[in-house]
Nanobody
Framework: QVRLVESGGGLVQPGGSLRLSCAAS????????LAWYRQAPGEQRELVAT???????TYADSVEGRFTIARDNDKNAVTLQMKDLKPEDTAVYFC??????????WGRGTQVTVSS
């Protein structure tokens, strides 16, 4: 059974850092495109960062230079290092296997709150 589990969310002050992890079971994550999305209250879900099977990386303009996506193949996981966090980064963060099945495969999300 395939599972994606996000972790690492929490409450952080503006300017702080968090490291999210998306751990997979039931399949080798390194073979797939993995994306991080986020959804703030009342907003549409937006794409934050993507890493392909060949490790090509893209970022949304709003997080470029502050967020870093990377694979941790030993843990069958993908991480999202976030620094210089801003209140507008507050959202539920989801990971998704973009090319797993016809519609991809989502995790359940982890809450990130940036507030003083």
């Amino acid at each position: 059974q395939v599972r994606l589990v996000e972790s690492g969310g929490g409450l952080v002050q503006p300017g702080g850092s968090l490291r999210l992890s998306c751990a997979a079971s039931g399949m080798p994550m390194r073979l797939y495109v993995l994306a991080w999305y986020r959804q703030a209250p009342g907003e549409q879900r937006e794409l934050v960062a993507t890493i392909t099977g060949g490790d090509k990386i893209t970022y949304a303009d709003s997080v470029e230079g502050r967020f870093t996506i990377a694979r941790d193949n030993d843990k069958n996981a993908v991480t999202l290092q976030m620094k210089d966090l801003k209140p507008e980064d507050t959202a539920v963060y989801f990971c998704k296997l973009e090319d797993f099945g016809p519609q991809g495969f989502w995790g359940r999300g982890t809450q990130v709150t940036v507030s003083s």
